[in-house]
């Protein structure tokens, strides 16, 4: 059983530039979640996929968007990057009741804009 | 809504000493409730899980945790704290509804 995996592990942008992080979900599983973790906090939750459709959201605004593949691989863009947008961020799946199941998540991509 | 939160941003333990990491939970329902830990510039480890089947649940490397409905808490503890359980423990909700985080400290 292959585990999650996200690429790349550590990245540096400027402000105002765009990025992409991708994430590699578990073998059988169909849903994929991000969340961002600024230094200090605990996760924020930014949007979830389930089926190559958005199925939910947190409160981030429009220019965090993301992607989910057939084989439900899964992008995180986030575009006009600015300084506040540093922070781990984290990729989980799961099966779409993960109420039981629990997320099995990646060990993060560490983003750092200057 | 459903929320969890962490009663202690820190704790701090001597090796061999038992742990304790706070949790209440609102619901109007019963939840489903998870403990992680992470590890420093790592993901998040799954330790346990509580989906209703049994209010004493049993994790990964030695940690349980106890549903207790009356008290809304759902409490981590270890027997005995090791040099290695140093790290950031986080009480999660049915929906990945994150507590704030636990930062466990484990002295020699």
């Known amino acids: 059983e292959t585990g999650v995996t996200q690429s790349p592990t550590h990245l540096i942008k400027t402000r105002g530039q765009q990025v992409t992080l991708r994430c590699s979900s578990q073998s059988g599983h169909n849903t994929v979640s991000w969340y961002q973790q600024a230094l200090g906090q605990g996760p924020q939750f930014i949007f979830q996929?389930?089926?190559?459709?958005?199925?939910g959201r947190g409160n981030f605004p429009p220019r965090f968007s993301g992607l989910q593949f057939p084989n439900y691989s899964s992008e995180l863009n986030v575009n006009a990057l600015e300084l506040d947008d540093s922070a781990l961020y984290l990729c989980a799946s799961s099966l779409l009741d993960s109420s039981y199941y629990g997320y099995t998540f990646g060990s993060g991509t560490r983003l750092t804009v200057v | 809504a459903q929320s969890v939160t962490q009663l202690d941003s820190h704790v701090s333990v001597s090796e061999g000493t038992p742990v304790l990491l706070r949790c209440n939970y609102s619901?109007?329902?019963?939840?489903?409730l998870f403990w992680y830990v992470q590890h420093p510039n790592k993901g998040l480890q799954l330790l346990l899980k509580?989906?209703?089947?049994?209010?004493l649940v049993k994790g990964i490397n030695g940690f349980e945790a106890e549903f207790k409905k009356s008290e809304t808490s759902f409490h981590l503890t270890k027997p005995s704290a090791h040099m290695s359980d140093a790290a950031e423990y986080f009480c999660v909700g049915g929906k990945l509804i994150f507590g704030q985080g636990t930062e466990l400290s484990v002295k020699p």
């Open positions: 509580y989906t209703s089947a049994a209010t």
């Open positions: 619901s109007s329902y019963s939840p489903s």
């Open positions: 996929y389930y089926r190559e459709e958005e199925n």
